[in-house]
């Protein structure tokens, strides 16, 4: 019977010796394709931004502006001086934490966001959290009753789900509990933490059944590999409850993939921001980007692009440490 129990501990806390040394490695070289992709988000977003049609300075003074005054306005922006320059100075900007002043808003980039970061971090937590609190459950029921009703019943809502842009299941769900039954706000953020939290239910549900049916299949599949595992045999043989046995063994040694599937939902959960803000009419900075976007607003737009890159690579690299540390075989790859 001994040997039973520490059968079933390997696969879960079993590591080489040798996997501390490469754990540090595999840190440090996560750490420096950090560092490089938030510099190519900013070369990127700078360029693009230049390219894309359209003059800063004649979306704020409109259309009936002289060339003088154009031209005054490019010149204290610093429009006027070529792409390289302008980089330059952007750069520098950034490495002493100063995202630049607002086009439009003539305010600081950072005063601007700070106050948007709150709504649309807890939107982006909150759906989070609704993602795994329905992807478990599913997907381990349809893993252990593989093949019959319920499973063919998940699969079917997956595929449904996945084929159904977001902001259709916002205004459905609008409809059902806001509109019809009067259960939750039509939109906004509220006043106060307990309005904050009702206000962002029906939109946290919406981005999370954007990413839910991935999470799903890719949770599904990973426990139908291990429940043919020896040492799930074992388990069972040792008189653990079924359920003990799906949740503690079967789902925490399947859940490295779609730990790191949803680490990179998460970063689309946060640019998806865009949308179900605009949806549910709440103040968050997917908002104020489009807003942005919309007035050629060039530093707001660098601004928070930066944020959103800095947030995605720390979501990212916190969701392949922990995944190397569930599994230490990552770490020596």
């Given at each position: 019977?001994?040997?039973?129990?520490?059968?079933?501990?390997?696969?879960?806390?079993?590591?080489?010796?040798?996997?501390?040394?490469?754990?540090?490695?595999?840190?440090?070289?996560?750490?420096?394709?950090?560092?490089?992709?938030?510099?190519?988000?900013?070369?990127?977003?700078?360029?693009?931004?230049?390219?894309?049609?359209?003059?800063?300075?004649?979306?704020?003074?409109?259309?009936?502006?002289?060339?003088?005054?154009?031209?005054?306005?490019?010149?204290?922006?610093?429009?006027?001086?070529?792409?390289?320059?302008?980089?330059?100075?952007?750069?520098?900007?950034?490495?002493?934490?100063?995202?630049?002043?607002?086009?439009?808003?003539?305010?600081?980039?950072?005063?601007?966001?700070?106050?948007?970061?709150?709504?649309?971090?807890?939107?982006?937590?909150?759906?989070?959290?609704?993602?795994?609190?329905?992807?478990?459950?599913?997907?381990?029921?349809?893993?252990?009753?593989?093949?019959?009703?319920?499973?063919?019943?998940?699969?079917?809502?997956?595929?449904?789900?996945l084929g159904l842009p977001?902001?259709?299941?916002?205004?459905?769900?609008?409809?059902?509990?806001?509109?019809?039954?009067?259960?939750?706000?039509?939109?906004?953020?509220?006043?106060?933490?307990?309005?904050?939290?009702?206000?962002?239910?029906?939109?946290?549900?919406?981005?999370?059944?954007?990413?839910?049916?991935?999470?799903?299949?890719?949770?599904?599949?990973g426990m139908l590999e291990?429940?043919?595992?020896?040492?799930?045999?074992?388990?069972?043989?040792?008189?653990?409850?079924?359920?003990?046995?799906?949740?503690?063994?079967?789902?925490?040694?399947?859940?490295?993939?779609?730990?790191?599937?949803?680490?990179?939902?998460?970063?689309?959960?946060?640019?998806?921001?865009?949308?179900?803000?605009?949806?549910?009419?709440?103040?968050?900075?997917?908002?104020?980007?489009?807003?942005?976007?919309?007035?050629?607003?060039?530093?707001?737009?660098?601004?928070?692009?930066?944020?959103?890159?800095?947030?995605?690579?720390?979501?990212?690299?916190?969701?392949?440490?922990?995944?190397?540390?569930?599994?230490?075989?990552?770490?020596?790859?």
């Open positions: 019977m001994a040997g039973l129990s520490l059968g079933l501990r390997l696969p879960l806390t079993g590591r080489p010796r040798r996997a501390s040394g490469g754990g540090w490695s595999y840190t440090a070289r996560r750490l420096v394709g950090a560092v490089l992709v938030l510099i190519g988000v900013t070369v990127a977003t700078f360029l693009l931004l230049h390219a894309a049609p359209g003059n800063p300075a004649e979306q704020v003074l409109g259309q009936r502006a002289t060339p003088a005054q154009l031209h005054a306005l490019e010149h204290r922006w610093g429009l006027d001086s070529s792409l390289p320059s302008q980089f330059w100075r952007y750069a520098k900007q950034v490495v002493r934490g100063d995202l630049g002043t607002s086009f439009v808003y003539g305010k600081s980039v950072t005063s601007l966001v700070g106050p948007r970061i709150g709504p649309t971090a807890l939107l982006v937590a909150m759906a989070v959290i609704f993602a795994i609190l329905i992807t478990v459950p599913l997907a381990t029921l349809a893993a252990s009753r593989r093949d019959s009703v319920a499973d063919q019943a998940v699969r079917g809502f997956s595929v449904v789900a977001s902001f259709w299941f916002g205004i459905v769900l609008i409809e059902i509990f806001a509109v019809n039954l009067k259960l939750l706000p039509v939109g906004g953020y509220g006043s106060g933490f307990g309005n904050h939290l009702e206000s962002l239910i029906l939109p946290a549900i919406t981005a999370a059944l954007a990413i839910v049916p991935l999470l799903i299949r890719s949770l599904r599949v291990v429940l043919d595992a020896d040492f799930v045999a074992a388990a069972r043989g040792n008189g653990l409850g079924e359920a003990r046995v799906l949740f503690r063994h079967v789902a925490r040694n399947a859940a490295v993939p779609t730990l790191t599937l949803l680490g990179l939902n998460i970063a689309y959960l946060i640019g998806s921001t865009v949308i179900v803000e605009n949806v549910f009419a709440l103040n968050g900075v997917g908002s104020l980007l489009l807003q942005s976007i919309q007035n050629r607003d060039f530093p707001t737009v660098q601004g928070i692009t930066l944020l959103l890159a800095v947030a995605v690579v720390l979501v990212n690299l916190t969701t392949d440490l922990l995944a190397a540390r569930l599994d230490p075989r990552i770490r020596l790859q």
